[in-house]
C-alpha cells in the first residue's frame, strides 16, 4: 500500500513555495532599486552636460551628430544614447535606406521634466540629488552609532543644486500664492 499523503505535507510544501517566491520577488525589487538609481546617475549626465536640450533643440539626431553638437566623446554619446533609449527615456528612429545611423530624439512629454527648467513638471534634477546623497554615505556610515547627524554641507552641491533646480518651478509660479498664504 502506498504511504497516504497527508494534507499538512501539502501545507508545508505550499508555504515553502510562497516563501520561496516572496524572497525571489524581494531579491528582483534590489535589483530593480539598483537599475532606478544607475538610470538617474544617467540623467544627471544628461543634465550637467546639457544633452536633453541637445537633443531637444537638434533632434532627430544620430550619435556622431549628436557627440558632436554636445562636444562629448562619441563613444559615450553612442553608449549614453542607447541607455536613454532603452531606458524608454529617448525615442529612436531606426535608420532607413539613405541613413548609415539611427537618429535619437527626446519626446516632447520629456522636455517639461528634463529641460524646461520653470515647468512645474520639472523634476530631472532629483537625479543630481542622488549623487549628492551618495556623497554624504560615508559621513553616515561613520556617524551611524552616535547619532551625530550628517552636517548638511556633507551632501555637496550636487544636493544643493539638485534642491534648488527642484523648487524652482515653485518658486516661478507659486510664489504671489505662498506670500499671499502668509
Do not use: K
Request: net charge negative; hydrophobic share 45%; charged share 20%.
Amino acid at each position: 500500500a502506498a504511504p497516504a499523503h497527508s494534507a499538512a505535507a501539502d501545507g508545508v510544501a505550499e508555504a515553502e513555495a510562497e516563501a520561496a517566491a516572496r524572497i525571489g520577488e524581494f531579491a528582483q525589487q534590489l535589483v530593480g532599486m539598483l537599475g532606478a538609481a544607475t538610470e538617474l546617475l544617467t540623467i544627471e549626465l544628461g543634465r550637467r552636460f546639457g544633452l536633453y536640450r541637445t537633443l531637444h533643440e537638434r533632434g532627430p539626431i544620430s550619435a556622431s551628430g549628436f557627440a558632436a553638437a554636445a562636444d562629448i566623446a562619441p563613444r559615450y554619446a553612442r553608449e549614453w544614447l542607447e541607455q536613454q533609449a532603452a531606458a524608454g527615456i529617448v525615442a529612436v528612429e531606426e535608420a532607413g535606406p539613405f541613413q548609415h545611423e539611427r537618429r535619437f530624439l527626446l519626446p516632447e512629454h520629456c522636455v517639461p521634466v528634463l529641460v524646461d527648467e520653470t515647468h512645474p513638471a520639472h523634476t530631472g534634477p532629483v537625479a543630481g540629488m542622488l549623487a549628492g546623497v551618495a556623497l554624504a554615505f560615508p559621513e553616515l556610515v561613520a556617524d551611524f552609532r552616535r547619532g551625530r547627524g550628517v552636517a548638511f554641507d556633507e551632501y555637496g552641491t550636487e544636493l544643493r543644486r539638485g534642491l534648488g533646480a527642484v523648487n524652482r518651478p515653485g518658486f516661478t509660479h507659486a510664489m504671489r500664492q505662498w506670500v499671499d498664504t502668509l
